[in-house]
């Protein structure tokens, strides 16, 4: 399978459960990043990793944990999330520089009940 | 540091009529610019790119997009709008020193295209 996939696509959790979001690239980029998309609000940027070393964290709470087990695998661990926290979560890859597109993919819609 | 406008958080269009999405950036270094779709219930998708080759950007499904540097703009436009159009529309701005992942988008401007 080509491009980037995300799973689950659809995910509805209560505040005290724990679940994770997994994101797969066979694209050979070298850096994997996740992104919060709410509605009305713009795309935030959460985690960068970048030759499976995490290189930002944009002040993101710490009950979403990332990690990076190898340069294909991402995953969002989420634990004990606030109803606020429901939006699309997006992965996204990519060759490092700037000048470089990002590839996401179709994201995991999470509802926190 | 970087930043990016886009001018009008929804565009409606008849089908057929010409598509003009508005987005102005600001850098402190020669910018690479980026249009981004993003159609119902899916990740976001490259529509074109600028990275100074040429100032005229020819993407997918028909639309281009040109970049002003006079005008710090790089608005995105098509001839004649599909239904299929109908979407969100991100621009976005990035520098070739730091990370891909960093790129500034704009907040999306929807588009609607009626019958």
């Known amino acids: 399978e080509t491009g980037v996939t995300q799973t689950p696509r659809h995910l509805v959790m209560g505040m005290t459960n724990k679940k994770s979001l997994k994101c797969e690239q066979h694209l050979g980029h070298n850096a994997m990043y996740w992104y919060k998309q709410s509605a009305k609000k713009p795309l935030e940027l959460m985690f960068v990793y970048s030759l499976e070393e995490r290189v930002e964290n944009n002040s993101v709470p710490s009950r979403f944990s990332p990690e990076c087990p190898n340069s294909s695998h991402l995953f969002l661990h989420l634990h004990t999330l606030q109803p606020e926290d429901s939006a699309l979560y997006l992965c996204?890859?990519?060759?490092?520089?700037?000048?470089?597109?990002?590839?996401f993919g179709a994201g995991s819609r999470l509802t926190v009940l | 540091a970087q930043s990016v406008t886009q001018l009008g958080s929804h565009v409606s269009v008849s089908e057929g009529a010409l598509v003009l999405l508005r987005c102005n950036y600001s850098?402190?270094?020669?910018?690479?610019l980026f249009w981004y779709v993003q159609y119902p219930n899916q990740g976001l998708q490259l529509l074109l790119k600028?990275?100074?080759?040429?100032?005229l950007v020819k993407g997918i499904n028909g639309f281009e997009a040109e970049f002003k540097k006079s005008e710090t703009s790089f608005h995105l436009t098509k001839p004649s709008a599909h239904m299929s159009d109908a979407a969100e529309y991100f621009c976005a701005v990035s520098d070739g020193n730091t990370n891909a992942g960093k790129s500034t988008f704009g907040d999306g401007t929807t588009l609607t295209v009626k019958p």
């Open positions: 850098s402190s270094v020669p910018p690479y």
């Open positions: 600028y990275t100074s080759a040429a100032t």
């Open positions: 996204a890859s990519s060759q490092g520089s700037g000048a470089n597109v990002l590839t």
